[in-house]
C-alpha cells in the first residue's frame, strides 16, 4: 500500500513540474493500534449523545481499559481471551476487527 502511494505521488509531481506551482496536501494517519488480553470488565455508556463501551482486559502482568465508540458489548465475552485491532480517537476508539481465542 505504501509502496503504491510513493509512485503515485512521484507520478503526479513528475507530472506536475512544467505547471509552475506545486501544491501536496494530506492527512496524517494515525494508525491501527492492537491490544490483546482476557476481557475482565465490559460496560455500556451513553451521555451527551456519545454511546462508549468501556472494556478491560487483564494479561499476565498488566490491565488495559479501552474506551470505544457505540455499543461494542456482544465483541466482548466476559473471561474470553481477545486480540483487538483498533483506530485510536477521542472520546473513543473505532473497534476493526476483534479475534476470540
Not at 478491560?56 to 490491565?63: F, I, V, Y
Not at 481477545?82 to 476470540?100: D, E, K, R, W
Request: net charge neutral; proline share 4%.
Amino acid at each position: 500500500m505504501n509502496r503504491l502511494l510513493v509512485v503515485l505521488v512521484v507520478a503526479c509531481l513528475l507530472m506536475t513540474v512544467s505547471c509552475g506551482d506545486i501544491f501536496v496536501r494530506g492527512a496524517i494517519n494515525p494508525g491501527t493500534q492492537s491490544a490483546a488480553g482476557t476481557v475482565s470488565i465490559v460496560q455500556f455508556s451513553a451521555s451527551s449523545g456519545v454511546s462508549v463501551t468501556i472494556i478491560t482486559l487483564t494479561g499476565t502482568s498488566t490491565t488495559n481499559t479501552l474506551n470505544f465508540c457505540g455499543d461494542q458489548r456482544t465483541l466482548f465475552p466476559v473471561d474470553k481471551q481477545v486480540q483487538i485491532n483498533f483506530t485510536p480517537g477521542q472520546p473513543c476508539a473505532t473497534v476493526l476487527t476483534v479475534t476470540l481465542f
